[in-house]
């Protein structure tokens, strides 16, 4: 069992910045896939990126060049960096981890972008 807390949503502005993270309850050293998803008003949830155990990476290309995903694991921690936010990226955003067959979620954390 691992519990997931994201954390560092807010208001922003259009063009501004977020750094979101999402901090597990244990070591995610062994952790081969980490990512996160998000979920607009209204809309269905929407995966937005994805970082394997070897730092490999990939991004939904409706965020691709504006999000960054990293991880940390001396911290239990994977981060995902949103720049140049835009009002289209409001969205309650969750983090996730494979644990093999396992998905566990995280509560969700709001961003809202105003325009």
């Known amino acids: 069992q691992v519990q997931l807390v994201e954390s560092g949503g807010g208001l922003v502005q259009a063009g501004g910045s977020l750094r979101l993270s999402c901090a597990a309850s244990r070591s995610i050293f062994s952790i081969k896939t980490m990512g996160w998803y998000r979920q607009a008003p209204g809309k269905q949830r929407e995966w937005a990126a994805v970082i394997t155990n070897v730092d490999t990476t990939r991004y939904a290309d409706s965020v691709k060049g504006r999000f960054t995903i990293s991880r940390e694991n001396a911290k239990n921690t994977v981060y995902l960096q949103i720049n140049n936010l835009k009002p289209e990226d409001t969205a309650v955003y969750y983090c996730?981890?494979?644990?093999?067959?396992?998905?566990?979620w995280g509560q969700g954390t709001q961003v809202t972008v105003s325009s």
């Open positions: 996730y981890i494979d644990d093999g067959p396992t998905r566990y």
